[in-house]
């Protein structure tokens, strides 16, 4: 009969219209992870790999796979290969960007910008814009055991300069600003933790009170004057974006 097959026909068009529509949520939850991978930096790898890909104990820690497998990972890793001229400034890159907590390439290239921009040795405005960081400022206070646990209190709002609170860890603090821990976090045992850490020295361009829980960002180093636990050839890195 014609009515009742028009009538299974819409109901099979129907079917098919409400099986399709009850994947959609499913199809946007999946184009949803696809962005948020895509989105995602290096950062969430895990943090010491890149000890032995670069071959170095970068953060001089004793929980480095470096001390132990002294050589690259993968499984040609213990054979020694001659780096060209561009391979050696590009290690250099990988050296200096890792070691302040793997900063992003568009992050680090706008350092080599405003370094070159400014007066005086461009290898050293390097040093001093990174080390001027918020992030490296709250670690070399050591009231972060890493320079990634030092960004993760940045984000989460519990730094303040000079009284205000400031969650961008690439913030770049001034001469005689004072950096202090959050109230809330003084009694934090992570913080804690690394004050007492004997891992690492205070450089003499900071001041830190860790009773209180703050401290004073005196001058910007020099090169000579960060206590880098590998050499760090920030000219090999003017020589490697200036090409």
């Keep these: 009969m014609p009515g009742a097959r028009r009538c299974s026909t819409i109901q099979l068009v129907y079917r098919r219209l409400f099986a399709l529509l009850s994947h959609v949520p499913y199809v946007i939850m999946y184009l949803v992870f696809l962005f948020f991978l895509s989105s995602m930096t290096k950062r969430i790898t895990t943090k010491y790999k890149i000890d032995r890909r670069l071959g170095v104990n ?21 054979q020694s290969s001659k780096l060209s001229d561009y391979g050696v400034q590009l290690h250099a890159k990988q050296k200096l960007k890792g070691y302040y907590g793997n900063i992003s390439e568009k992050q680090f290239r706008k350092v080599y910008m405003k370094a070159i921009v400014r007066k005086g040795d461009s290898s050293e405005n390097i040093i001093e814009l990174l080390e001027r960081r918020l992030d490296a400022v709250v670690y070399r206070m050591k009231f972060a055991s890493t320079v990634f646990a030092s960004r993760q ?33 003084t009694a934090n045992i992570n913080v804690l933790g690394a004050t007492e850490s004997p891992e690492r ?3 003499d361009y900071v001041e830190v009170d860790h009773k209180g ?11 000579a004057d960060v206590p880098y636990p590998v050499q760090m050839e920030p000219h090999l890195v003017v020589e490697f974006y200036s090409r």
């Design 213 to 223: 829980m703050k401290g004073k960002f005196i001058h910007a180093p020099k090169l």
């Design 58 to 78: 970068l953060w001089g820690r004793p929980k480095s796979p470096f001390n132990t497998r002294n050589y690259r990972p993968g499984q040609h890793g213990k």
């Design 201 to 203: 020295q205070i450089p």
């Design 153 to 185: 209190i940045v984000n989460h709002g519990h730094v303040l300069v000079n009284g205000k609170v400031i969650d961008i860890p690439s913030y770049q603090v001034k001469d005689g600003d004072e950096v202090a821990i959050s109230p809330k976090m």
